[in-house]
Nanobody, 116 residues
Framework: QVQLVESGGGLVQPGGSLRLSCAASGSISRIYNMGWYRQAPGKQRDLVAT???????NYADSVKGRFTISRDNAKNTVYLQMNNLKPEDTAVYYCTADSVFASRSWGQGTQVTVSS
């Protein structure tokens, strides 16, 4: 089993930056990719970014060029650097981990609010 705990969310002004962290514990060696999703009230949960165990990344068009996903395997942590934040980025951000012998693991989420 994999447990995920997000941190780093908060309130930021438009144009500002935040860095989210997601610490994984448990069966770490089984993780082959990780990612971030987000969900605003009344909206569906959408993919933000993914990263493989080899470091390959993919981004939603809405965040491309502004967000960067990275991971530190030694610390069992995935990050999401968010720059030039916009009000439409306001959402609960969820960390995910895909394992070889388990279904996708989800964190509890961290709130990101972009407002002046």
């Amino acid at each position: 089993q994999v447990q995920l705990v997000e941190s780093g969310g908060g309130l930021v002004q438009p144009g500002g930056s935040l860095r989210l962290s997601c610490a994984a514990s448990g069966s770490i060696s089984r993780i082959y990719n990780m990612g971030w999703y987000r969900q605003a009230p009344g909206k569906q949960r959408d993919l933000v970014a993914t990263i493989t165990n080899g470091g390959s990344t993919n981004y939603a068009d809405s965040v491309k060029g502004r967000f960067t996903i990275s991971r530190d395997n030694a610390k069992n942590t995935v990050y999401l650097q968010m720059n030039n934040l916009k009000p439409e980025d306001t959402a609960v951000y969820y960390c995910t981990a895909d394992s070889v012998f388990a279904s996708r693991s989800w964190g509890q989420g961290t709130q990101v609010t972009v407002s002046s």
